[in-house]
């Protein structure tokens, strides 16, 4: 069953994923970037077996193709056979959040809009310099004092 409240509330949080690295090793590599679908939890019976909270996440390719000219990687969905890969992993092996900027031409095609960009676009920039995490940490500033 999906946590209540966040059904659709990570829809659009992208998120680098990490399999191999410890904590420490972080800042060092991050591997692969993921948009969470669905964090939920197992019913009773399977939660003895399984600790942790799992996440549904859907795949982008590795940073593979770097663009010089923009100084950002750029990835695509990752796919298998015409369909999406796909995967359960647990919440713990999630690194931080990530911007992407849809790729396009000279002008941005029309009906996209900011709901929408991330599902139209084929291929998109990995943002270096802006993490999610600040917009937050900004915007709720006079809170954490």
Same mark, same amino acid.
């Given at each position: 069953?999906? =946590?209540?409240?966040?059904?659709?509330? +990570? @829809?659009?949080?992208?998120?680098? &994923?990490?399999?191999?690295? *410890?904590? #420490?090793?972080? #800042?060092?590599?991050?591997?692969?970037?993921?948009?969470? /679908?669905?964090? +939920?939890?197992?019913?009773?019976? +399977?939660?003895?077996?399984?600790?942790?909270?799992?996440?549904?996440?859907?795949? %982008?390719?590795?940073?593979?193709? %770097?663009?010089?000219?923009?100084?950002?990687?750029?990835?695509?969905? *990752?796919?298998?056979?015409?369909? /999406? /890969?796909? *995967?359960?992993?647990?919440?713990?092996?999630?690194?931080? #959040?990530?911007?992407? =900027?849809?790729? &396009?031409? @000279?002008?941005?095609?029309?009906?996209? #809009? *900011?709901?929408?960009?991330?599902?139209?676009?084929?291929?998109?920039?990995?943002?270096?310099?802006?993490?999610?995490?600040? &917009?937050?940490? +900004?915007?709720?500033?006079?809170? =954490?004092?």
């Amino acid at each position: 069953m999906c =946590i209540p409240g966040l059904e659709t509330s +990570f @829809e659009r949080f992208l998120l680098i &994923f990490s399999t191999r690295l *410890s904590a #420490t090793e972080i #800042t060092a590599r991050l591997d692969l970037v993921a948009q969470v /679908r669905a964090i +939920f939890r197992l019913p009773a019976e +399977f939660q003895q077996s399984y600790k942790g909270t799992p996440a549904y996440v859907e795949w %982008f390719t590795p940073f593979r193709v %770097f663009a010089k000219d923009v100084g950002m990687y750029q990835i695509r969905r *990752s796919t298998h056979m015409r369909q /999406r /890969r796909a *995967s359960i992993i647990p919440i713990e092996q999630i690194v931080r #959040t990530c911007h992407l =900027i849809p790729k &396009f031409g @000279e002008h941005v095609p029309e009906g996209w #809009t *900011s709901e929408n960009a991330l599902a139209q676009a084929d291929t998109y920039y990995v943002n270096p310099d802006l993490r999610i995490h600040d &917009f937050l940490l +900004f915007r709720h500033y006079d809170r =954490i004092l």
